[in-house]
C-alpha cells in the first residue's frame, strides 16, 4: 500500500476495509492516482503533488468546482476531501479520443456552459496576467532564472489583457487538457475530471483553453462557440477564442517553468514550457494577431 497508508487509514472506517492492493493510474503531470477498492466499491485516490499551492491551486476551490460538476451530472461523484489528497467514485473510462472530443465539442460547450452559469463561489479568482506575475516570482524565489521568452510572454498577456479585462468572473476549470476529458464505458458519456486549477475566471479562457490544448481547427472553433452562445458566432467571438488560445499558452508555459523547479514527478517540464513558449511567440508575431486584438 506505501505512499497511501495514512489516506486508506482515514477512508477505510468510513467507506469499508482496503480489498487488495491500490492500482497506480498513468497519466496527470501534477499528482498521483490511484485506483483502490473499499468495501464494496471502487474508488480513485489521488494524492497531491508535492508544492501544489505554489502553482495556484487552492483545495477548497478544486472540492466546490468538483462537487458542483457531480452535480450537474458531467464529473464523477467527490467522496472525501482530505489534506493530501481527494477521492472520487472511480468511472470506468478511458480518455476521449481526439476525434471524440471535437466530434462532440458541442456536449463538452454545453457542459461547461451550465459549470459557469451554475453560480457557484470559488475562493480564488484564476486569471493568467496574475498568475504570470506569481508564477515569476516563486521561481526567481527559488533561484530559478526566468527564460528570455517568459517577458515576451508577459507583454503579450498585457496586451491581450488590456482589450479583454477580466470583468465579472465566472467559476470556470481552467485545465482542459486532452487527459481531463474522459470518456465513461457505460454509456459513452464524456465527463470532464481534475477541477484543481478551477477557480473565478472568464469563461472564454476555458474555451480557447479547450480549443489550443486539443488542436481544433477553424470549423470546430465555430462549433464550440455556437454551441456555448446558442448561435452562430460572430467576429468578435472568434477573435476573442483566438486570443484565449494565446493566454492559455502563456499559462502553460509558465507553470512548466515554476514545474521544473518543485515537482518530483519523472516529467521534463522545461521542455514542457518551450514548446509554449514557441507557440505563443509565434502566434503573436502573425499578422492576425493585431486584427484579433482590434476585433476583440
Known sequence: MGELDDIVAQLAPV????????????????????????????????????????????????????????RLEFAPEVVAALDDGMVTRFVSCRQASPDEIS??????????????????????????????????RIATERGRSLPRAYDEAMAITSRIAAVLPLGVPRPCHDDLLPGNII?????????????????????????????????????????????????????????????????????????????????????DFEVYGREHFERLLAAAAEPDFEEWLATA
Do not use: C
Not at 480489498?19 to 485506483?35: D, H, M, S
Not at 460547450?109 to 451554475?118: C, G
Open 15 to 70: 467507506l469499508g476495509p482496503l480489498v487488495g492492493a491500490p492500482q497506480p493510474l498513468e497519466g496527470g503531470i501534477t499528482n498521483r492516482n490511484f485506483r483502490a477498492r473499499l468495501g464494496d466499491r471502487d474508488y480513485m485516490i489521488r494524492r497531491h503533488g508535492k508544492d501544489t499551492g505554489l502553482l495556484g491551486i487552492d483545495r477548497e476551490a478544486e472540492r466546490l468546482a468538483s462537487e458542483a460538476a457531480a
Open 103 to 136: 466530434g462532440r465539442v458541442a456536449e463538452i460547450a454545453r457542459a461547461l456552459r451550465s459549470f459557469h452559469d451554475s453560480g457557484v463561489q470559488l475562493p480564488v479568482v484564476f486569471w493568467v496576467p496574475d498568475l504570470l506575475a506569481d508564477y515569476a
Open 183 to 267: 470518456r465513461a464505458h457505460d454509456g459513452g458519456q464524456i465527463m470532464i475530471v481534475d477541477w484543481e486549477y478551477a477557480g473565478m475566471g472568464h469563461p472564454f479562457f476555458d474555451l480557447g483553453n479547450l480549443s489550443v490544448n486539443n488542436g481544433f481547427d477553424e470549423a470546430t472553433d465555430d462549433s464550440l462557440l455556437t454551441a456555448y452562445e446558442g448561435d452562430a458566432p460572430s467576429d468578435g467571438q472568434r477573435a476573442r477564442l483566438k486570443l484565449m488560445r494565446m493566454l492559455s499558452d502563456a499559462r502553460e508555459a509558465a507553470w512548466g517553468v515554476v514545474q521544473a523547479g518543485i515537482s518530483e514527478l519523472d516529467f
